[in-house]
């Protein structure tokens, strides 16, 4: 059904009509990955300039919300090799051994950085303050206003950005398409913004940062912008995408019917938090030693068999044991989220369930952020580099968007530096789009339904026959939207999740193992002797 639907651009263009931009690099996505790259890639001269695109707000981003921290080695009884070793623990045997062992030796120079610059981590003493989240053997999570440690750091970064000359931000312009050569070569993009419609930006180089695809799914932790734009347009454009079967779901989400989930954050059970059913019975010791503190995919699993033991919509997170002073100094967020709802941290249980919170998988890269298109590096949530294996390991995201858009950006430096020669003349490209008038659309209908179904048949528990079931649905609903050319972000949001939905589902089939967050009752087993390995995704694969 892709096979017939899908086509290489969403849009019908004429570059010879269109307004032209021209930059050294183009950055798409605004969180810290992205933020990252762009910073880097100035130092390579004073002529270089830098186009950073965001789809909303500069700071609407999953980066700003993450709430629990960023990782990192730095204390006196902890080590890299130890971060290693947990990263491995957690990524159940699929991690790259060179790419966890570079970034966990690169984490105290990134971190000492962001410090260098502002970033107001939490002190304890003279030393930043850390905490432990679940996987980790030691305390090692550095956080940032007790519990905004996205919101801190991206802001630190904003903040350098808004005051770099050599880099252009442009906030609420949608990235329509990558644009590519006949040799597969990325040239730029297509860029749409509502005041001037559609503008055609060509880049020396393009770095992929778009961020996760937590809108599949009716529950979710991420703001409405996380669609999985950038994985459909790298797979539209013929990159490899890999482990997109490995969706991370947050085991402690908000749950009050009719609400948006809101994040309670890791750090919660780190300090000190049980959980307990509608019982008061603490059950995390039953699934796990670590009990609180397993990994995210082992307590995510828990809860569920626990709310379906006890016929319950969610469990609580006790905190009524902790003292009132420390947890309100610690946790100013969640528990001004809580009140909103008369809940006190400090007095109340607190209801949760698990959420769709992190895509594992995404555009395969090497160590420095290429993809296997020329001229095109991935990094942050949107990418696949190896460092989580079948699970992530919490608060290693922001981790790996700071080291990878660091990478990224020194690797661009260097091909700037060595290139002789002036900007080449621009292809003339165009691209027709067949009209399509059958039947009247629903957007959100369709959008709604998938997220539905993709919760229901695709979330933490999986089986061959829901799978079956529901890849057959979005081939049905792919085969009326993807065929429609649409004027507005509603409309190519909506083709992007039918496209990264198809490609979780496809996926999450084929892998007939359990491993890290991918989890089959039909097979409820990890088999490494057929299945230690990466499922990969290509357009050409996909169409042979």
Same mark, same amino acid.
């Given at each position: ?33 992205? /933020? +990252? ?84 981590? $939490? ?38 950005? +808004? ?77 490899? *995408? ?51 503190? &397993? ?6 699993? &828990? ?15 006790? /905190? ?21 709802? $008369? ?12 959420? &769709? ?18 001229? *095109? ?17 919490? #608060?290693? #995201? ?55 179904? /993709? ?58 193992? #359990? ?30």
């Amino acid at each position: 059904m892709v096979r017939k639907n899908l086509r290489r651009y969403l849009v019908g263009y004429d570059t010879r009509t269109l307004p032209q931009m021209f930059t050294d690099c183009l950055v798409i996505g605004g969180g810290i990955a992205g /933020m +990252r790259a762009a910073l880097e890639v100035v130092k390579a001269g004073p002529d270089v300039r830098v186009l950073l695109v965001t789809k909303s707000e500069l700071f609407e981003s999953n980066s700003f919300y993450a709430q629990g921290g960023i990782a990192a080695a730095i204390d006196v009884e902890d080590s890299p090799e130890l971060h290693a070793e947990d990263t491995h623990q957690a990524g159940a045997g699929l991690n790259d051994p060179a790419t966890v062992d570079m970034v966990v030796r690169e984490a105290p120079a990134r971190i000492r950085e962001l410090i260098d610059w502002g970033t107001p981590f $939490d002190r304890k003493d003279d030393d930043p303050a850390l905490t432990r989240e679940g996987g980790h053997s030691r305390r090692r999570i550095l956080h940032a206003a007790g519990d905004a440690t996205g919101r801190e750091i991206t802001q630190t970064m904003g903040a350098r950005i +808004r005051v770099e000359p050599r880099i252009v931000l442009r906030e609420r312009h949608f990235v329509i398409d990558l644009l590519t050569g006949d040799n597969g070569e990325v040239l730029g993009a297509l860029l749409w913004q509502p005041a001037t419609g559609m503008t055609v930006c060509w880049a020396r180089y393009t770095v992929l940062a778009g961020g996760g695809a937590g809108q599949l799914y009716r529950e979710t932790t991420n703001p409405a912008t996380a669609t999985g734009d950038g994985m459909a347009l790298a797979y539209r454009a013929g990159a490899e *995408l890999s482990d997109l079967e490995f969706f991370q779901f947050h085991p402690t989400t908000l749950y009050i019917a009719g609400a948006s989930r809101s994040l309670i954050s890791e750090t919660v059970r780190g300090e000190g938090g049980k959980l307990v059913d509608r019982t008061g019975y603490r059950f995390m010791p039953d699934y796990h030693p670590n009990a609180e503190l &397993a990994p995210r995919d082992i307590v995510s699993r &828990a809860i569920i068999n626990q709310m379906a033991k006890t016929d319950s919509t969610h469990v609580y997170i006790d /905190m009524r044991h902790l003292p009132r002073e420390r947890l309100y100094a610690r946790f100013p967020l969640i528990r001004r989220i809580c009140q909103d709802f $008369d809940l006190d941290i400090a007095r109340d249980l607190i209801p949760v369930r698990p959420a &769709a919170h992190y895509m594992v998988g995404g555009v395969s890269t090497d160590a420095e952020g290429r993809t296997n298109l020329p001229r *095109l590096y991935a990094c942050g949530e949107v990418a696949c580099t190896g460092l989580h294996g079948a699970n992530r390991l919490g #608060s290693n #995201s922001l981790l790996e968007g700071l080291v990878f858009g660091y990478r990224a950006g020194a690797d661009i430096v260097q091909h700037l530096k060595k290139a002789t020669n002036g900007r080449a003349q621009p292809p003339k490209m165009n691209f027709a789009v067949d009209h399509s008038d059958r039947t009247v659309l629903d957007v959100n209908d369709v959008r709604n339904s998938l997220r539905a179904v /993709m919760w229901r048949n695709v979330g933490i528990q999986r089986d061959a026959r829901h799978l079956t079931e529901t890849r057959e649905i979005i081939e049905f609903w792919q085969s009326y939207v993807l065929d429609k050319e649409f004027e507005a972000p509603e409309g190519w949001q909506l083709q992007n999740m039918l496209l990264v939905a198809w490609l979780v589902t496809r996926s999450a089939d084929e892998r007939t193992e #359990s491993r890290g967050t991918h989890f089959r009752t039909d097979y409820p087993d990890r088999d490494d002797a057929h299945w230690l390995r990466h499922v990969v995704r290509s357009m050409k694969r996909d169409t042979e």
